[in-house]
């Protein structure tokens, strides 16, 4: 037997069945496997549940301690169980989707399959790597990819385990492959046209790259799906994976993340301010809270309940004023992508305009381009055909050669801004109406010449 054969490797498992395959996968392979399930979820016990109840009737309307037992030690240390419990609450009901199946479905599958099961709790991890950023990128007025750093988090916590357990490998049910070139380690999309998790794996070191193993990554999801169903009769179906994916996606956009500001940001940085329409200046209505709003938001709402503007979308929110703006979709479009932190894999020869596909974390779209690498490390993604919409500021955007099954991966980079050129100029979307003022100008100024002006 060979030695890479018997090399131990530790498995995320998370109860779905892309996870539980590979493990199948690996073991028959004949490596010693471990699974390991990372728990985001603090569990509220009936006890929990109980105690809130009955310290609720203690205290005042409002929910603080009555003045008479202002004082009281029992009653200041019963208040801090009181609203861990009930923060812990409202966590695990925003974030549920992001949580993974019930550890007794996840302890069963590594029975079935044969291999030892341990579970690790990272429940302050994901508030600090992932809720916070969630919420100050949100704040800020930047868009946020949560699910790139709930992977990467993954990632270092799986790594963090290598020691401990005398592992040598790490490995996931990841759609995406690994490959070495020229002693650097790059991504190249899976053999399944549906699927590319290449920029989850985005953040990863090199070091985690050369001990990463993603065995599904040279299958079909219809290929996993059969032998997924020789490891467990369990409802972790393809369909419920697919929902809880889209269901994260949109977490970024739920109201409900307003209730858990008051605890990241103090009352002096909420904005109270108006809604612009961006194109004109003018005033759609007041709002409470900029923090309320996200980009990209079509269904918003102003203070006074103002209809908003029909067909379109909030495009730009300004943390340090508070004013928020909106666009008309029908002026929205764009034909370059600017971009920053470029990490290059050097796979291709980047010193001169290479056509390639650049494909967002954001919605999956993709799209065919020129790219093209500046010498202060940013870069200017020209788009073949100019696009309807708008690509926020934060978004990851990552580049391939081809847009096909085993593509390779050129590199990947954050948007700093995109829009579209007029006569040679570019201009950032959308357009202000101090620069649709200039621009009108400058195009009326051949005209003026041609009548005698």
Same mark, same amino acid.
């Given at each position: 037997? *060979?030695?890479?054969?018997?090399?131990?490797?530790? !498995?995320?498992?998370?109860?779905?069945?892309?996870? $539980?395959?590979?493990?199948?996968?690996?073991?028959?392979?004949?490596?010693?496997?471990?699974?390991?399930?990372?728990?985001?979820?603090?569990?509220?016990? @009936?006890? +929990?549940?109980?105690? #809130?109840?009955?310290?609720?009737?203690?205290?005042?309307?409002?929910?603080?301690?009555?003045?008479?037992? $202002?004082?009281?030690?029992?009653?200041?240390?019963g208040l801090r169980r009181f609203e861990k419990i009930k923060? #812990?609450?409202?966590? %695990?009901?925003?974030?549920? +989707?992001?949580?993974?199946?019930?550890?007794?479905?996840?302890?069963?599958?590594?029975? /079935?399959?044969?291999?030892?099961?341990?579970?690790? %709790?990272?429940?302050?991890?994901?508030?600090?790597?992932?809720?916070? /950023?969630?919420?100050?990128?949100?704040? $800020?007025?930047?868009? @946020?990819?949560?699910?790139?750093?709930?992977?990467?988090?993954?990632?270092?916590?799986?790594?963090?385990?290598?020691?401990?357990?005398?592992?040598?490998?790490?490995?996931?049910?990841?759609?995406? &492959?690994?490959?070495?070139?020229?002693? @650097?380690?790059?991504?190249?999309?899976?053999?399944?046209?549906?699927?590319? +998790?290449?920029?989850?794996?985005? %953040?990863? =070191?090199?070091?985690?790259?050369?001990?990463?193993?993603?065995? !599904?990554?040279?299958?079909?999801?219809?290929?996993?799906?059969?032998?997924?169903?020789? #490891?467990?009769?369990?409802?972790?179906?393809?369909?419920?994976?697919?929902?809880?994916?889209?269901?994260?996606? *949109?977490?970024?956009?739920?109201?409900? /993340?307003?209730?858990?500001?008051?605890?990241? #940001?103090?009352?002096?940085? !909420?904005?109270?301010?108006?809604?612009?329409?961006?194109?004109?200046?003018?005033?759609?209505?007041?709002?409470?809270?900029?923090?309320?709003?996200?980009?990209?938001?079509?269904?918003?709402?102003?203070?006074?309940?103002?209809?908003?503007?029909?067909? =379109?979308?909030?495009?730009?929110?300004?943390?340090?004023?508070?004013?928020?703006?909106?666009?008309?979709? &029908?002026?929205?479009?764009?034909?370059?992508?600017?971009?920053?932190?470029?990490?290059?894999?050097?796979?291709? +020869?980047?010193?001169?305009?290479?056509?390639?596909?650049?494909?967002?974390?954001?919605?999956?779209?993709?799209?065919?381009?020129?790219?093209?690498?500046?010498? %202060?490390?940013?870069?200017?993604?020209?788009?073949?055909?100019?696009?309807?919409? !708008?690509?926020?500021?934060?978004?990851?955007?990552?580049?391939?050669?081809?847009?096909?099954?085993?593509? &390779?991966?050129?590199?990947? $980079?954050?948007?700093? *801004?995109?829009?579209?050129?007029?006569?040679?100029?570019?201009?950032?979307?959308?357009?202000?109406?101090?620069?649709?003022?200039? /621009?009108?100008?400058? *195009?009326?100024?051949?005209?003026?010449?041609?009548?005698?002006?």
């Amino acid at each position: 037997m *060979q030695k890479s054969k018997r090399e131990r490797v530790i !498995i995320g498992m998370d109860g779905g069945i892309d996870s $539980a395959v590979t493990a199948l996968l690996l073991k028959k392979q004949g490596y010693d496997c471990i699974g390991v399930n990372i728990s985001f979820f603090e569990r509220v016990t @009936q006890e +929990d549940e109980d105690f #809130v109840t009955n310290f609720k009737t203690k205290l005042t309307p409002e929910g603080r301690i009555p003045d008479e037992l $202002a004082d009281d030690e029992e009653m200041k240390e019963g208040l801090r169980r009181f609203e861990k419990i009930k923060w #812990v609450r409202r966590i %695990n009901h925003i974030f549920k +989707d992001w949580f993974c199946a019930p550890q007794e479905q996840i302890k069963d599958i590594c029975r /079935l399959i044969g291999i030892p099961f341990y579970v690790t %709790n990272a429940s302050s991890e994901f508030e600090d790597r992932v809720i916070s /950023l969630m919420l100050k990128s949100r704040f $800020a007025g930047i868009w @946020q990819n949560p699910s790139l750093d709930r992977a990467t988090l993954i990632f270092d916590i799986l790594n963090s385990k290598l020691e401990a357990l005398k592992a040598t490998k790490i490995a996931t049910g990841h759609y995406c &492959k690994v490959i070495a070139n020229h002693g @650097q380690f790059g991504l190249v999309r899976p053999n399944d046209p549906n699927e590319n +998790d290449c920029h989850l794996l985005s %953040n990863l =070191s090199q070091e985690s790259l050369s001990r990463l193993l993603l065995p !599904i990554a040279d299958l079909n999801t219809s290929e996993v799906d059969r032998i997924g169903a020789l #490891v467990s009769a369990n409802s972790f179906t393809r369909a419920k994976l697919k929902a809880k994916k889209k269901a994260r996606a *949109q977490t970024y956009q739920s109201d409900e /993340l307003c209730d858990l500001y008051p605890r990241y #940001v103090a009352p002096k940085f !909420i904005r109270e301010s108006n809604i612009y329409d961006h194109s004109n200046d003018n005033v759609v209505g007041a709002h409470d809270a900029h923090f309320r709003y996200h980009l990209g938001q079509t269904h918003y709402k102003t203070k006074e309940g103002n209809p908003r503007v029909p067909d =379109s979308q909030i495009v730009v929110i300004s943390m340090s004023r508070g004013h928020i703006f909106i666009a008309k979709n &029908k002026e929205l479009e764009f034909e370059r992508i600017v971009c920053h932190h470029f990490e290059n894999f050097n796979v291709v +020869d980047t010193a001169k305009p290479l056509e390639c596909y650049g494909s967002l974390l954001s919605n999956g779209n993709t799209f065919k381009g020129t790219l093209y690498l500046l010498n %202060n490390g940013n870069i200017f993604f020209d788009l073949e055909d100019k696009k309807n919409g !708008i690509v926020f500021r934060g978004d990851t955007i990552m580049f391939f050669l081809k847009d096909a099954p085993s593509a &390779k991966a050129i590199g990947h $980079a954050k948007v700093y *801004q995109s829009g579209h050129f007029v006569d040679g100029q570019f201009y950032m979307l959308p357009l202000s109406k101090r620069e649709k003022e200039e /621009l009108e100008e400058t *195009q009326a100024l051949p005209k003026k010449r041609e009548i005698g002006f």
